[in-house]
């Protein structure tokens, strides 16, 4: 029974010692970590043996590297452990290990296997490829929303402009493809919803102060070129255009 508890006691202790800081300071997998995974380097994060369940690897790391682990239905999304709120993601398919060096991954909406996955960066958001960790669209948005995620090959990039006053916020979207093109629409229209059969959303982009408080919400369709189909026209949330997208497709009110 004492060597039992003088085992648990030891292993508690040494813990910490299993991740250790790089020459640069960022959080990096040891190699005893590494070993546990069997992953062999790649230029951005480490490939982790086929052979390996995938359960035994979020175990793994969990247990022995110390970090949280959150499973979405293409990937393992890891936070925390003992060198802060770096995160890093684990591809189910590819088995691409990503090093912990991002702030944030959301991985829960996407319907894209082989779609970019979205990350955070020094305060910006960006995709990257899943397979490799190689960066497809560069860190250049400053928010999220649902759809910031790919579904059927596009997705909203997203980002947020604050009213003069200070009072309060927007969204300003652009419909992205997944080799990093963006949609271009006329001047003034912004989508606001995922493609559907080709389609999707539009609103106007309201000026830096919003939306005027006398004017309704409103909502057009255009396509994934580019090119309205129909002018957005005054719309509630409760008739009109958005009951042939939702629940097929979010619809985010700018």
Request: glycine share 10%; aromatic share 12%.
């Amino acid at each position: 029974m004492k060597k039992k508890w003088l085992l648990f006691v030891c292993m508690v202790l040494l813990m910490p010692l299993l991740l250790l800081p790089s020459a640069k300071g960022e959080p990096v997998f040891t190699q005893s970590v590494l070993d546990a995974l069997h992953a062999v380097p790649v230029e951005n994060g480490y490939q982790v043996d086929r052979t390996m369940d995938l359960f035994d690897i979020s175990y793994i790391l969990r247990i022995t590297a110390g970090y949280d682990v959150r499973e979405t239905h293409l990937s393992f999304l890891i936070s925390g452990g003992p060198w802060g709120p770096e995160v890093a993601w684990l591809d189910k398919q590819s088995r691409f290990l990503s090093r912990p060096e991002y702030e944030e991954f959301e991985d829960s909406f996407t319907t894209d296997p082989t779609g970019p996955i979205f990350a955070k960066k020094d305060g910006t958001y960006g995709y990257l490829c899943r397979y490799d960790g190689s960066i497809v669209i560069p860190f250049q948005f400053t928010g999220y929303c649902a759809q910031s995620e790919f579904c059927d090959g596009y997705a909203l990039g997203d980002n947020i402009v604050w009213y003069e006053d200070g009072t309060g916020h927007k969204h300003v979207h652009v419909l992205l493809r997944a080799d990093g093109y963006i949609v271009p629409f006329p001047e003034g229209i912004m989508p606001v919803s995922y493609p559907m059969n080709g389609l999707v959303l539009i609103t106007p982009v309201y000026d830096e102060n919003g939306r005027p408080e006398d004017v309704e919400y409103s909502l057009g369709i255009g396509n994934v070129e580019g090119q309205v189909l129909l002018p957005p026209v005054p719309c509630g949330f409760e008739s009109g255009l958005e009951k042939h997208f939702v629940p097929h497709s979010y619809v985010m009110e700018p």
